[in-house]
């Protein structure tokens, strides 16, 4: 390894994951679009398009550039469009499918007048979420389809939306009424504009529910990213098992306190975020603790955990009779409590042979 922290993925569980979510969409007869801003891999990309996949989600301009550049042709930029970049819009709109997310009728009107080629329009929803998109019952979404219906680049793709909300709904019966509310609302859309346009569909976007539910019927096209990898979030959650979590990310162990039962590694909020999972005693978690092997990693460790980040260092709390095990110059791996905004941070390793 590197001596500074590396991340490294297990191939075997990354295919598995997405054999796994693969499967529920075709069963589901719903388009799989995943959302590539977890790994953001074009080694990791061949993985999926050696499953047949060809459509994928991106959530930036310069992600969508990023995956071109590696042989994709069937993109949506899951982001509300950003009008100040529409000279990149236009370039890639010219070299492959482009979809794009409005939610108000003044930037699908700009995007009427300026984008030169064509390109997809998703109408953003928001299904409960409340970070972007429109209610379904605003009247916006009439201004912005009459828009939509006088572009001769713009085509209307349908109504899209992100139940982020899972996050923090508690329990795997939330998770699937916030997936059914998501379900119902947007098909009510779709029904009522399915006669003047029949190929709009819906699309959704959530891992979690794409998870727990036992299959995906009732929309059109899925649009999950975080189950490539998975994370400890999602463990808690109840998204995945914890075998199911692909990446990990090595840090050097720089010092030893037996005494406070605590490893300070190199490894901080600039590696792993700042992401936690919070408990109702103020206890934060950071991270789980694992021991490297040949193969990648194992369980974690009974009782260590990364109790806080600072930007460079990561305090480690662990049982006496595993730090003993430790001196100044080993590593441990670190299983992420959110894998998208690690993998954003670190470059990628793979073990398991070449990808």
Known sequence: MDNKPELIIDRKKVSRNIDRMLAKARH???VFRPHFKTHQSAE???????????KITVSSVSMAQYFIGH?????????????????EINRLAVKVQLNLLVDSAYSTSVLAK????KAGVFIKIDTGYHRSGLLPNDPEIESIIRVLSDSGTLSFKGFLTHAGHTYSAGGKANILS???DARQKLNRLKAKYLQHFPEIITSYGDTPSCSLADDCNGFDEIRPGNFVYYDVMQYHIGSCRLDDIAV???CPVVSVYPGRKELVIYGGAVHLSKEFIEADNNFRLFGYVVELTENGWGEPIPGAYVSSLSQEHGIVKMPKEFIRKYKPGDVVGILPVHSCLTVNLLKLKTNHGDL
């Not at 069937?74 to 529409?86: G, K, R, S, V, Y």
């Not at 300026?114 to 080629?117: A, G, P």
């Open 28 to 30: 589901s007869h719903a």
């Open 248 to 250: 990990a990310v090595i």
């Open 178 to 180: 916030i997936m059914e």
């Open 44 to 54: 990791i990309g061949k993985i999926f398009r050696k499953k047949g996949v060809g």
């Open 114 to 117: 300026s984008l030169q080629n």
């Open 71 to 87: 042989g994709w042709n069937d993109i949506t930029i899951a982001f509300p469009a950003n009008l100040l970049e529409m000279e």
